[in-house]
């Protein structure tokens, strides 16, 4: 090898002119060349060192690349495998409640049938009556006998019992099928003399919104649906919301419904009334549901006013005189608790008009509070008024008054 520097006029030096060379140096500038040559080496193993590290951080920048992307393929991979399972399920769960009739296809989305809101309106009515007292629970099953029955399509499990087999059968076979499932089965199911109508008015305000008060309210409702529709198969039950305006709802637009604007509780009185004054039913029944006062009326011409609680609170009374001309009515107002001490005693005044009673609860004990009422049972739950101190005990000669008092008290007054 040649081991030297190109000298002025061009030519290498070889190795004893280098070293003549370099014994030529003065101390100085043998001194001053071995800083240079050591620091060009510092300098070149700076460079080495800086592109081995540069080259180290992108291989380690890589593998962690590599390990990202194979643990993203991996958590697609996996999430692709559970959307295949959850959207097989959900199909087949969507099949299933096709095939029961608990849902349908409208317009490209699915929605709730009145068969699942009667299903679930039943569990509801099993957990209510779980805290029922024990004859009460009793009392919610089945009507009176009459020993007089008729074939129909079964409508509650306990019936199974009087199932009308060969029929079942041939309606089976009639439809292709070979086994007798609830749409093919029928059962002989016995007539009960007394015929029944049932109004169940609920307000649904803004206020109704807070607290849930407004689904309290609906799940209530739904589970009395279906215990009247349990002791009586061939009830007319009318369900009626009422803000400004009155509703009349089937049990999917019941728990579908959501909270208006002012309370127009004699609308909602002169509606029932239609109702009840037309019906043949021999045992008429109205449940009033309200959180407060008669907020708005309707005048006139049509046109629903807001804002005078001393007029819409006299419409009100006005039209719960007229409900109460209605024969054999049995009507009863629930109160939600609140806290505006006005509020009860605007109850109190149209039940009493009603000549009904009055019911003062909360939205735990709603669904309790109308079950009993329905089977005849007495108030479960009673509150202490403490703004005014205890009456004394009537004199004798009082007691005409003393007993108009009794009769007040049992009606909520």
Known sequence: MLFATAAADGRSIGPS???????????????????NVTGSLKSRERGIEKEAEEKRRQAEAQRRRLEEERAEAQRRAEADAESRVRHAEERRVERELKERGFVAEHRGELVVTYGLVERFARLLLAEESQRLPGDIRMSLRGGGSTGVYEKARLQRPEEIAHLDVPGSLLAARLTGSKHIDESTSYVFREVTSERVHVVLAFDRSGSMSEEGKLDAAKKALLALYV??????????????????????LDLVELWECRAGAFTNTAEALRAAHLL????????RELYLLTDGLPEAYTDEDGRVRSGQLDVAMEHALVRARELSTVVSLKSTVLLLKSEHPEYEPAARAIARTLRGEMVVTDPAHLGVELLVRWAHGEETERRLTTTAPLAPPAPPRAAARSRRRKSDRRMGG
């Open 227 to 248: 215990a009247i529709r349990r002791r009586y198969s061939d009830a007319t039950i009318d369900v009626l919301a009422f803000d400004n305006e009155v509703q009349v």
């Open 276 to 283: 009840l004054r037309a019906s043949r039913a021999t045992r």
């Open 17 to 35: 002119e280098l070293g003549n060379a370099l014994a030529q140096l003065s101390g100085s500038e043998r001194q001053e060349l071995a800083n």
